[in-house]
T-cell receptor
Framework: DARVTQTPRHKVTEMGQEVTMRCQPILGHNTVFWYRQTMMQGLELLAYFRNRAPLDDSGMPKDRFSAEMPDATLATLKIQPSEPRDSAVYFC?????????????FGEGSWLTVV | QKEVEQDPGPLSVPEGAIVSLNCTYSNSAFQYFMWYRQYSRKGPELLMYTYSSGNKEDGRFTAQVDKSSKYISLFIRDSQPSDSATYLCAGMFSGGYNKLIFGAGTRLAVHP
């Protein structure tokens, strides 16, 4: 059963520390998304990649967030330095662009708490 | 104004009821529409996927899209306690920009 795998599942860190979240997309999927979910804002798109190239990162605070795809099986989202307002669930999702659009599947999320 | 508007609820119904979940959207460029179900402390799970206007049925679930009024609906027949979750609607652009824009999600509780 193919699925998007995210690590860590839970992270508690102190303000100012660096946080790195990792994602393994479904094999064969060429589009990878990072979303953030909070009670106040819901699901917000932070960044996404197609064929490892960044397509849109306009939703991401550039001063502290960075997203990369070192290879087709790994996507990373880094926060440096972290702040309490970054506490949220971060979801990675992947899909395969085709003539029928792009069916997107989500991972289980990385639950981040910054204290 | 958000691109996809959805009443967050909560919506509470008795088991067996027909549930109607609705969204409106503002961006005419949306071509694909999705409904995701999210259980507590889990990731969103794709439920239904429709293209442009029309209906799509899958078991107890029916998705409707009316592009003329920019209205998206999900109907659940014979609702079950296991349907208790948050339901998220989303719109997607076509033409290579296949990112999903989500509504806030509606919390549904189906009680026995």
């Amino acid at each position: 059963d193919a699925r998007v795998t995210q690590t860590p599942r839970h992270k508690v860190t102190e303000m100012g520390q660096e946080v790195t979240m990792r994602c393994q997309p479904i094999l064969g999927h060429n589009t990878v998304f990072w979303y953030r979910q909070t009670m106040m804002q819901g699901l917000e798109l932070l960044a996404y990649f197609r064929n490892r190239a960044p397509l849109d990162d306009s939703g991401m605070p550039k001063d502290r967030f960075s997203a990369e795809m070192p290879d087709a099986t790994l996507a990373t989202l880094k926060i440096q330095p972290s702040e309490p307002r970054d506490s949220a669930v971060y979801f990675c999702a992947s899909g395969k662009q085709g003539a029928g659009g792009n069916t997107i599947y989500f991972g289980e999320g990385s639950w981040l708490t910054v204290v | 104004q958000k691109e996809v508007e959805q009443d967050p609820g909560p919506l509470s119904v008795p088991e067996g009821a027909i549930v109607s979940l609705n969204c409106t959207y503002s961006n005419s460029a949306f071509q694909y529409f999705m409904w995701y179900r999210q259980y507590s402390r889990k990731g969103p799970e794709l439920l239904m996927y429709t293209y442009s206007s029309g209906n799509k049925e899958d078991g107890r679930f029916t998705a409707q899209v009316d592009k003329s009024s920019k209205y998206i609906s999900l109907f659940i027949r014979d609702s079950q306690p296991s349907d208790s979750a948050t339901y998220l609607c989303a719109g997607m652009f076509s033409g290579g920009y296949n990112k999903l824009i989500f509504g806030a999600g509606t919390r549904l509780a189906v009680h026995p």
